[in-house]
DNA sequence: AACGCGACCTGCGAGC
DNA sequence: TGCTCGCAGGTCGCGT
């Protein structure tokens, strides 16, 4: 489940079931999706087994459990007395869904899913499921143990229950996602500027602004009527603006309707698609009529074009292509 | 710095 | 029926 609404679905539903859980054990049916824990499947399992999930945090499209009692803290690769100068909890079990990853809750007795990768057995509660399963059917995504660093803003690491200082090291590097309350225009606009590069581009650089990706780009795109190859080192103030908010309001309102899934491979941990598919303004709408220019008493096709080697939706009325590096 | 491209994967539907 | 092709919600790292 891959943009930010989708994600933050799974945090909500995860904090619910495995909060103050300890895993108990660990079993990791294909290595590839913890390619990205560098001291391998036995060190993963090693540290996980005996931790408890202490919270889920998440930015942008990142999830990570920052963990207490972790057996042996290495970390991913981090010498332990390097570790020994965090304030606890300095571990914590990251997860990327990529394009197809999913976290479930599963009774023990429900059969493996096709592309079940990895299971964690939790300690017994009641009338919860006893096991989390990462199920990923392309593998993009995956598992890993990672350390948490302080922030450098002083700011939550990102949304959580209980949120601290502190950031897991592999996603310091992206930016605050439009519904962090610490997310600063100022800053986003100020270094947009800075860029020279088309609109949607910067939108997608988890760099500079975190959780949008291809759908939700091309609906904040097409409710601020900006062009996707809109060159950002020209854009006004008000423009930047609004296809910020507008991303924010798109993404709150995919949120409420519980994310956005055309297929079964987007659901929540308890396995229910999200609607807000139904909701879709421009993308997937190729051919068909943009609403808006509808209401406006015109018609007008959607297209489908190739920017960064992916299909970008647009409305050739409403969201005509820049000429001259200012409109 | 920016960009294009390939790599990483599996599966689905369309068209022949 | 089976084959190939293009397509899919993401990220990373390499060249130029």
């Given at each position: 489940m891959p943009e930010l609404p989708e994600v933050e679905v799974v945090r909500r539903g995860l904090v619910s079931w495995v909060r103050g859980r300890t895993i108990t054990s660990v079993e990791v049916l294909d290595p590839r999706s913890l390619r990205r824990h560098a001291l391998g499947p036995e060190d993963f399992a090693g540290n996980l087994e005996g931790a408890r999930v202490l919270d889920v945090v998440r930015r942008g499209k990142f999830l990570w459990m920052p963990l207490a009692d972790t057996p042996a803290p290495s970390g991913n690769g981090i010498p332990a007395d390097e570790l020994?100068?965090?304030?606890?909890?300095?571990?914590a079990l990251m997860a990327h869904l990529g394009m197809s990853g999913q976290l479930l809750m599963q009774d023990p007795g429900v059969p493996d899913e096709k592309h079940l990768k990895v299971r964690l057995r939790l300690s017994p509660a009641d009338g919860m499921p006893g096991q989390l399963r990462f199920v990923d059917q392309r593998i993009f995504g995956g598992l890993f143990l990672t350390t948490l660093i302080p922030t450098d803003d002083g700011g939550p690491g990102g949304l959580a229950e209980s949120p601290l200082p502190l950031i897991a090291e592999e996603a310091a590097h992206i930016a605050r996602d439009p519904l962090d309350p610490w997310f600063s225009f100022e800053t986003f606009y100020r270094r947009l500027r800075a860029r020279k590069t088309g609109l949607k581009r910067a939108l997608l650089d988890q760099g500079l602004v975190s959780g949008i990706g291809n759908i939700y780009a091309d609906e904040a795109l097409w409710k601020a009527q900006l062009h996707f190859a809109r060159p950002t080192d020209t854009l006004r103030r008000a423009d930047a603006l609004r296809v910020l908010d507008a991303a924010r309001e798109v993404m709150a309102d995919a949120l409420a309707a519980g994310g956005t899934s055309f297929d079964s491979l987007y659901v929540n941990v308890n396995g229910a698609s999200g609607y807000f598919d139904r909701s879709l303004n421009a993308y997937g709408r190729e051919g068909l009529e943009c609403k808006r220019c509808a209401a406006a008493g015109r018609v007008s096709l959607l297209k489908r074009e190739q920017f960064m080697n992916r299909s970008s939706y647009t409305c050739p009325v409403c969201q005509p292509r820049p000429r001259n590096g200012r409109w």
């Open positions: 020994a100068d965090q304030p606890a909890p300095a571990v």
